[in-house]
């Protein structure tokens, strides 16, 4: 299996940034608060960007950046899990914001809301609270998700290396996943 969850709890419209309970009756998403509708294939498939934008964008870059800046190369490989799915709707969040081209601040003001909003009470992450708390730590996350979008432009050929062997390993475990599928 590959890394992206099977399950989620929460949906997220992705023009007005409204979080809501996930509903696997239904095959199309219509948000609650702007009534913005988009099959939910279709927005399955913009929610595994945002998740690969994260995972190995942010949390994959991280940990090789941090070797390689020990040891001047990577040597090791790391299977990591991935965040909770609230990090991956607020990298939505900010995919959206860059691609209506809205400003830094205002992107981070909507992050911030995604939190605020009642999914706190079902997610409890110290580290993602300090992730929207501190202005460092939420602009490394911007910066790393639009580096990831930009085909990380930015990032160390050795740790870029090693972030791409993540992606083709999650890749080939994803065909896989389909041929058992198609099995009959
Ligand atoms: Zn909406």
Redesign the pocket.
Known sequence: MNHYPQNRQFDI??????VSKFNNEEKVFK??????SIKYAELESLLKVSFNSVYFGYQYREIYESVYENDEDIYIRFALEPVNELYYLIATSVISGIVGNLAYDFIKKIARNILKKEIQVYIKDEELVELLDDDEEFRKFYFYIFDYLNGLKNVKPKVKEAIEDEIRVDKSMESMDKKEENRP
């Open positions: 419209c992705i023009r007005c940034q409204t948000c609650p608060h702007c009534d913005f």
